[in-house]
Nanobody
Framework: QVQLVESGGGLVQAGGSLRLSCAAS????????MGWFRQPPGKEREFVAVISWSAGSTYYANSVKGRFTISRDNAKNTMYLQMNSLKPEDTAVYYCATRGSYCSGYGCYDANSYDYWGQGTQVTVSS
Protein backbone atom coordinates (compact mmCIF):
# COMPACT_ATOMS: atom_id res chain seq x y z
CA GLN A 1 0.00 0.00 0.00
CA VAL A 2 1.30 3.44 -0.95
CA GLN A 3 -0.25 6.76 0.00
CA LEU A 4 0.61 9.94 -1.90
CA VAL A 5 0.03 13.53 -0.82
CA GLU A 6 0.68 16.47 -3.14
CA SER A 7 1.42 20.01 -2.04
CA GLY A 8 2.74 23.25 -3.46
CA GLY A 9 -0.02 24.26 -5.80
CA GLY A 10 -1.42 27.77 -5.95
CA LEU A 11 -2.05 30.86 -8.05
CA VAL A 12 0.83 32.33 -10.04
CA GLN A 13 1.18 34.82 -12.87
CA ALA A 14 2.28 33.72 -16.31
CA GLY A 15 6.06 33.44 -16.44
CA GLY A 16 6.27 32.55 -12.78
CA SER A 17 7.37 29.36 -11.05
CA LEU A 18 6.01 26.80 -8.62
CA ARG A 19 7.43 23.64 -7.09
CA LEU A 20 5.10 20.76 -6.39
CA SER A 21 5.92 18.05 -3.90
CA CYS A 22 4.57 14.54 -3.56
CA ALA A 23 5.17 12.84 -0.24
CA ALA A 24 4.83 9.08 -0.24
CA SER A 25 4.31 6.60 2.54
CA UNK A 26 5.39 3.02 2.32
CA UNK A 27 8.72 1.26 2.24
CA UNK A 28 8.57 0.54 -1.49
CA UNK A 29 8.86 4.15 -2.65
CA UNK A 30 12.47 3.85 -3.78
CA UNK A 31 11.66 0.91 -6.04
CA UNK A 32 8.68 2.47 -7.79
CA UNK A 33 8.36 4.63 -10.87
CA MET A 34 6.79 7.98 -10.06
CA GLY A 35 4.90 10.29 -12.36
CA TRP A 36 3.03 13.58 -12.58
CA PHE A 37 -0.24 13.97 -14.46
CA ARG A 38 -2.60 16.90 -14.76
CA GLN A 39 -6.23 17.50 -15.62
CA PRO A 40 -7.06 20.90 -17.13
CA PRO A 41 -10.60 22.24 -16.66
CA GLY A 42 -13.03 20.36 -18.85
CA LYS A 43 -10.36 18.07 -20.26
CA GLU A 44 -9.07 14.58 -19.68
CA ARG A 45 -6.14 13.73 -17.46
CA GLU A 46 -2.83 13.96 -19.30
CA PHE A 47 0.73 12.86 -18.75
CA VAL A 48 3.27 15.47 -17.60
CA ALA A 49 6.48 13.73 -16.52
CA VAL A 50 7.84 10.49 -15.11
CA ILE A 51 10.99 9.48 -13.26
CA SER A 52 12.54 6.06 -12.76
CA TRP A 53 13.20 4.61 -9.34
CA SER A 54 16.88 5.60 -9.45
CA ALA A 55 16.17 9.00 -11.04
CA GLY A 56 18.38 7.88 -13.89
CA SER A 57 15.63 8.25 -16.49
CA THR A 58 13.07 10.98 -16.95
CA TYR A 59 10.48 11.62 -19.65
CA TYR A 60 8.40 14.70 -20.30
CA ALA A 61 5.37 15.65 -22.30
CA ASN A 62 6.34 17.88 -25.21
CA SER A 63 4.19 20.67 -23.80
CA VAL A 64 6.36 20.99 -20.68
CA LYS A 65 9.77 19.93 -21.94
CA GLY A 66 12.41 22.55 -21.15
CA ARG A 67 10.18 24.26 -18.57
CA PHE A 68 9.42 21.54 -16.00
CA THR A 69 11.89 19.35 -14.11
CA ILE A 70 10.95 16.18 -12.27
CA SER A 71 13.14 14.89 -9.44
CA ARG A 72 12.98 12.64 -6.42
CA ASP A 73 14.66 12.17 -3.07
CA ASN A 74 14.32 8.53 -2.06
CA ALA A 75 15.72 9.24 1.40
CA LYS A 76 12.78 11.57 2.00
CA ASN A 77 10.20 9.51 0.09
CA THR A 78 9.39 12.63 -1.88
CA MET A 79 9.08 13.54 -5.54
CA TYR A 80 9.13 17.06 -6.93
CA LEU A 81 8.02 18.95 -10.01
CA GLN A 82 9.76 22.26 -10.58
CA MET A 83 7.63 24.31 -12.95
CA ASN A 84 9.17 27.39 -14.57
CA SER A 85 7.93 29.80 -17.25
CA LEU A 86 4.37 28.86 -16.44
CA LYS A 87 1.66 29.53 -18.99
CA PRO A 88 -2.11 29.90 -18.58
CA GLU A 89 -2.53 26.57 -20.39
CA ASP A 90 -0.66 24.90 -17.51
CA THR A 91 -3.68 25.57 -15.31
CA ALA A 92 -4.89 22.20 -14.03
CA VAL A 93 -5.20 19.90 -11.07
CA TYR A 94 -1.84 18.15 -10.78
CA TYR A 95 -1.66 14.57 -9.54
CA CYS A 96 1.26 12.42 -8.56
CA ALA A 97 1.06 8.72 -9.20
CA THR A 98 3.18 5.62 -8.89
CA ARG A 99 3.45 2.25 -10.58
CA GLY A 100 5.28 -0.87 -9.57
CA SER A 101 5.90 -2.24 -13.06
CA TYR A 102 8.71 -1.17 -15.38
CA CYS A 103 8.12 1.25 -18.21
CA SER A 104 10.16 3.45 -20.49
CA GLY A 105 9.33 6.24 -22.89
CA TYR A 106 5.79 6.26 -24.19
CA GLY A 107 5.04 3.17 -22.13
CA CYS A 108 4.96 5.41 -19.05
CA TYR A 109 2.36 7.81 -20.43
CA ASP A 110 -0.74 5.69 -19.79
CA ALA A 111 -2.49 6.84 -16.61
CA ASN A 112 -4.27 3.48 -16.36
CA SER A 113 -0.95 1.77 -15.72
CA TYR A 114 -0.43 3.62 -12.41
CA ASP A 115 -1.88 1.94 -9.33
CA TYR A 116 -1.69 4.65 -6.64
CA TRP A 117 -2.70 8.30 -6.92
CA GLY A 118 -2.65 11.40 -4.77
CA GLN A 119 -5.67 13.64 -4.23
CA GLY A 120 -4.33 16.40 -6.51
CA THR A 121 -3.26 20.00 -6.06
CA GLN A 122 -4.63 22.96 -8.00
CA VAL A 123 -2.29 25.08 -10.10
CA THR A 124 -3.74 28.24 -11.60
CA VAL A 125 -1.70 30.44 -13.94
CA SER A 126 -3.15 33.87 -14.64
CA SER A 127 -2.39 35.81 -17.82
Amino acid sequence: QVQLVESGGGLVQAGGSLRLSCAASGRTFSSRIMGWFRQPPGKEREFVAVISWSAGSTYYANSVKGRFTISRDNAKNTMYLQMNSLKPEDTAVYYCATRGSYCSGYGCYDANSYDYWGQGTQVTVSS
